[in-house]
């Protein structure tokens, strides 16, 4: 896919694989929109940007998406800004880390906003005019936690399985537009991800952000509607999807147990 003259929004943009996408698509050509909670990262994020890619247009939009109603509000400030969106990278996402019992309702029901509802509702509003153009990219990120239960990241697992199954369903319905959907299944990476979840955990094997990103790309003048990064990952979620929820569960424990 050619990227020049083409606008890409990027959700979770601040760091880790949204950053990474930042970089990687304004050196390939694309203008951005990039969308995070943290105006002072995404303001130096559209500096640093600025310098290494110049000629391509940058803006920032600080957003919690983990709010209902959010998704509505950041289309409207996209459309305010005379932004048609070619490219969307559905990246923001968050995960809690312990006994589902223990953890803060609130908290849970904010996670599923912002990693399915969310990812919805922007998909719902951007991939109409994709559709009707001929042309466009979606790239929803799920997870390798989609193939399998996750005990201690229950919720996570869950959300990650429906932006997996969501995404497939949405590769087969666009197939022939001219549209590219694809799910992106990333294993454990080195981000602020678990540091968010305040846990050490799946501390060995994890890939780089730019690991990640170079995997997504290259996948989208393929075919396929999901791409997983990494070998040892492939294998994995490869293997899950032929042993039953028993045998699976409690291995998925001791893998997401603290170390």
């Known amino acids: 896919m050619d990227f020049r003259n083409r606008t890409a929004l990027i959700t979770g943009a601040s760091g880790g694989i949204g950053e990474e996408f930042a970089h990687q698509l304004a050196g390939l050509g694309a203008d951005l929109v990039l969308v995070a909670r943290r105006a002072d990262k995404l303001e130096e994020l559209q500096a640093t940007l600025s310098r290494s890619t110049p000629g391509i247009r940058i803006d920032v939009l600080a957003a919690d998406l983990s709010l209902p109603g959010s998704g509505a509000q950041l289309a409207a400030q996209v459309e305010a800004l005379g932004r048609k969106v070619d490219v969307l990278i559905n990246n923001a996402g968050v995960g809690s880390h312990g006994e589902f019992v223990e953890l803060d309702p609130d908290a849970l029901a904010a996670q599923i906003q912002l990693n399915c509802g969310t990812l919805v509702d922007l998909t719902a509003r951007f991939l109409p005019s994709m559709v009707r153009t001929g042309s466009g990219l979606v790239?929803?990120?799920?997870?390798?936690?989609?193939?399998?239960p996750t005990p201690t990241m229950a919720v996570y697992g869950a959300t990650k399985a429906f932006v997996l199954?969501?995404?497939?369903?949405?590769?087969?319905?666009?197939?022939?537009?001219?549209?590219?959907?694809?799910?992106?299944?990333?294993?454990?990476?080195?981000?602020?991800?678990?540091?968010?979840?305040g846990k050490q955990f799946m501390t060995r094997g994890r890939q780089t952000s730019r690991q990640v990103v170079d995997t997504a790309l290259a996948a989208v003048d393929k075919s396929g509607p999901t791409v997983i990064s990494g070998?040892?990952?492939?294998?994995?979620?490869?293997?899950?999807?032929?042993?039953?929820?028993?045998?699976?569960?409690?291995?998925?424990q001791r893998i997401m147990k603290e170390s």
């Open 139 to 148: 790239i929803n990120v799920a997870s390798t936690a989609a193939f399998q």
């Open 165 to 197: 199954s969501f995404t497939e369903a949405l590769w087969q319905e666009t197939k022939g537009s001219g549209v590219r959907v694809l799910a992106l299944c990333p294993g454990a990476t080195e981000t602020e991800f678990f540091a968010r979840t």
């Open 231 to 252: 070998l040892a990952n492939t294998v994995l979620a490869a293997s899950a999807r032929l042993l039953p929820g028993r045998l699976l569960a409690p291995v998925a």
